[in-house]
């Protein structure tokens, strides 16, 4: 690990984008995502996730250009990402579905043919500033299994929920997997098995060798009931949005394929009667205290605002690899324009 | 347990709450939802309900007449339940919010002052029948303790979708608790300890012993991230429709205390293009199909529907003393009219 100045990590990112023809508006949404993941402590949705975004821009299945096409339904906007930057497709759709919910109360956006939308907590927490409510889901490539199942058949499903407060807003951001694939990556790496529970191998058989875990399926959180909610995610979402569906899915793991997931997003405005807000907090302060001195009740991103204030005053722990991998880029850039 | 005929016990339930005042359209609906739970092999919604519904409206904590109040902003409906019965108020907001959301394409209901809802896969297979699709979400008494917390903070905070399909619509229905304090209290009656990791007793500490953990807290599903999704459940109802939250809420499990949880409903309209359903319809039968022969994969819904079919011929499975009361309630009410 490194310890990277925020600021600097920002212009590093910011440049190897720019040297891969994203415009400044553009790059800068993407990079202020990946950056508020390492603020956040998910390292997995950071600066890690830049080497395959400009290899899928070379690639030709990101297009860095665009917003996507919008097509409002009443009050549903159905965008096409046409293959833009994740982020970009979605900030765009978030903020016509945000700008209609103040007067319509509710608006929803179904996305398809968008890329990545990296970590649910950063729109979450966008809207909430301003706020609104937002709910917001994605399927993704099939890497869990259905409870008896013996085969990856879903996503990762993440589910995030952001609510304004008087002070810090409530988010929430989960995936509905026991554990990511990143961990198991992790495992694998350091060559030490998993805990058992965690996946099958390829031929649907419980292992705890995380490579053999890594050609086959994670389990789902919570047993019979994480895999219900994970899959009735997916379903929603391609109700919604008419994306592919579990193993169908592509675009979210690899570097040349189109990407069909799907993304939706409900944005709800609270109304005027915001007196509810400081009854919410005294209720979470009171979840927080309702632990022991040796085991603390943590409230879903607690844990992510510490580390977000650490790291923004004493810089990001990045891991070597991925920090070299970007000079290196942003060298060859640069040699390539002289 | 008895084995009671459909219509005999529609016939029964129709006439108990009908001796309790409760006028025939209100009463129909409140049975045709305690009915569906005994179809769908969940008795802990069911039959079981009734007498305590007849207490509360003797005891003046449930207004049999009344659909509740209602006050547009937008397409979100704001509801005052004005402790009319759960099914009444919320098919009375559940009627305008899917008409309203057929132009608008998405409506939302916040309901507060409402009696227990029952059964949302009740709700959701609605709605999904009239081809909308329905998120459903209530809290409820504090009976689940926090990940890592000591006592009951959080409602078993129940959650649903319903989305059309061509066949029988999905509809996944599912509480954020590990098990139903009516599994804690069958324990209980029987003497048996309950598995290790259920319950907290009511000085926190973790108990195996039934009787201890009905005055304790039972564990939410799925560790850390299912707390997390209760607890985000809780503030989200809260923040839309100002109800009680936590410790706060009562009326769900006493027979004279006013209910102050809130419910939320959001209808959105999927639109013209229905040709999705059937590669939804298509994804389900793979997933069904991704176990083993010694031990399938079920999607949300199939156990249901296969008890449902089961039990329209064959008749309901009714505890005795459930039934028994529910005989001698009615013989009561005759015997005052004479």
Same mark, same amino acid.
């Given at each position: 690990?490194?310890?990277?100045?925020?600021?600097?990590?920002?212009?590093?990112?910011?440049?190897?984008?720019?040297?891969?023809?994203?415009?400044?508006?553009?790059?800068?949404?993407?990079?202020?995502?990946?950056?508020?993941?390492?603020?956040?402590?998910?390292?997995?949705?950071?600066?890690?996730?830049?080497?395959?975004?400009?290899?899928?821009?070379?690639?030709?299945?990101?297009?860095?250009?665009?917003?996507?096409?919008?097509?409002?339904?009443?009050?549903?906007?159905?965008?096409?990402?046409?293959?833009?930057?994740?982020?970009?497709?979605?900030?765009?759709?978030?903020?016509?579905?945000?700008?209609?919910?103040? +007067?319509?109360? $509710?608006?929803?956006?179904?996305?398809?043919?968008?890329?990545?939308?990296?970590?649910?907590?950063?729109?979450?927490?966008?809207?909430?500033?301003?706020?609104?409510?937002?709910?917001? *889901?994605?399927?993704?490539?099939?890497?869990?299994?259905?409870?008896?199942?013996?085969?990856?058949?879903?996503?990762?499903?993440?589910?995030?929920?952001?609510?304004?407060?008087?002070?810090?807003?409530?988010?929430?951001?989960?995936?509905?997997? &026991?554990?990511?694939?990143?961990?198991?990556?992790?495992?694998?790496?350091?060559?030490?098995?998993?805990?058992?529970?965690?996946? *099958? #191998?390829?031929?649907?058989?419980?292992?705890?060798?995380?490579? +053999?875990?890594?050609?086959?399926?994670?389990?789902?959180?919570?047993?019979?009931?994480?895999?219900?909610?994970?899959?009735?995610?997916?379903?929603?979402?391609?109700? &919604?949005?008419?994306?592919?569906?579990?193993?169908?899915?592509?675009?979210?793991?690899?570097?040349?394929?189109?990407?069909?997931?799907?993304?939706?997003?409900?944005?709800?405005?609270?109304?005027?009667?915001?007196?509810?807000?400081?009854?919410?907090?005294?209720?979470?302060?009171?979840?927080?205290?309702?632990?022991?001195? #040796? +085991?603390?009740?943590?409230?879903?991103? #607690?844990?992510?605002?510490?580390?977000?204030?650490?790291?923004?005053?004493?810089?990001?722990? $990045?891991?070597?690899? $991925?920090?070299?991998?970007?000079?290196?880029? &942003?060298?060859?850039?640069?040699?390539?324009?002289?």
């Amino acid at each position: 690990m490194t310890i990277i100045d925020f600021q600097e990590a920002r212009r590093v990112a910011l440049a190897v984008l720019e040297s891969a023809g994203v415009p400044p508006a553009q790059a800068t949404l993407q990079v202020d995502l990946l950056l508020e993941a390492e603020l956040r402590g998910r390292a997995s949705h950071g600066l890690l996730r830049l080497k395959r975004i400009v290899e899928r821009i070379r690639n030709r299945v990101v297009d860095p250009l665009t917003k996507g096409s919008h097509r409002w339904r009443g009050n549903v906007l159905e965008v096409d990402g046409c293959m833009g930057l994740g982020p970009v497709v979605a900030v765009a759709a978030l903020e016509r579905i945000s700008e209609r919910a103040v +007067a319509a109360g $509710v608006a929803v956006a179904a996305i398809k043919n968008n890329n990545h939308l990296g970590m649910l907590a950063w729109y979450a927490d966008r809207i909430a500033r301003q706020g609104q409510i937002l709910i917001a *889901l994605c399927n993704s490539e099939a890497l869990v299994h259905p409870w008896n199942g013996r085969r990856a058949m879903q996503g990762t499903n993440p589910f995030a929920i952001g609510i304004p407060l008087v002070g810090e807003p409530f988010v929430l951001d989960m995936a509905t997997s &026991l554990v990511s694939m990143g961990e198991i990556h992790h495992f694998a790496n350091l060559n030490r098995p998993i805990p058992s529970g965690w996946a *099958l #191998d390829a031929s649907g058989e419980p292992t705890t060798d995380a490579h +053999a875990a890594k050609r086959g399926a994670i389990a789902p959180f919570g047993g019979a009931k994480g895999y219900s909610l994970g899959l009735g995610f997916e379903v929603l979402i391609g109700a &919604l949005s008419a994306c592919a569906l579990g193993p169908g899915v592509h675009g979210t793991l690899d570097s040349d394929k189109a990407c069909n997931k799907g993304d939706v997003f409900i944005v709800i405005d609270p109304g005027a009667d915001q007196g509810r807000y400081g009854a919410i907090e005294s209720y979470l302060d009171a979840v927080r205290a309702s632990g022991s001195p #040796d +085991a603390a009740v943590q409230v879903p991103g #607690d844990r992510a605002l510490a580390y977000r204030r650490e790291r923004l005053t004493h810089g990001l722990p $990045v891991d070597d690899q $991925v920090w070299h991998d970007l000079q290196r880029q &942003l060298l060859a850039a640069s040699c390539q324009r002289d």
